[in-house]
């Protein structure tokens, strides 16, 4: 699966600090799933996510 949220958050400028602070989720973890290091972020991590980038959840990821 591909994760386009490194894409999203730099369009929006948000550092992974930014991000962080926004979703609630680990600056290490958005880092880890960016760079699709073989992690299966749970449905709950992706809503928060997509809330804090502005976008529905089908947004963040692509199907293989």
């Known amino acids: 699966m591909?994760?386009?949220i490194r894409e999203l958050?730099?369009?929006r400028?948000?550092?992974y600090e930014q991000l962080a602070e926004k979703s609630g989720v680990a600056?290490?973890?958005i880092q880890r799933i960016?760079?699709?290091d073989d992690v299966n972020?749970?449905?709950r991590v992706l809503c928060k996510l997509a809330k804090a980038?502005?976008?529905a959840v089908?947004?963040?990821f692509e199907c293989d």
């Open 34 to 36: 960016e760079s699709n």
């Open 41 to 43: 972020p749970s449905a």
């Open 13 to 15: 400028g948000l550092s």
């Open 58 to 60: 089908e947004m963040l």
């Open 27 to 29: 600056s290490s973890y």
């Open 2 to 4: 591909k994760f386009y």
């Open 9 to 11: 958050r730099e369009r």
């Open 53 to 55: 980038l502005d976008v």
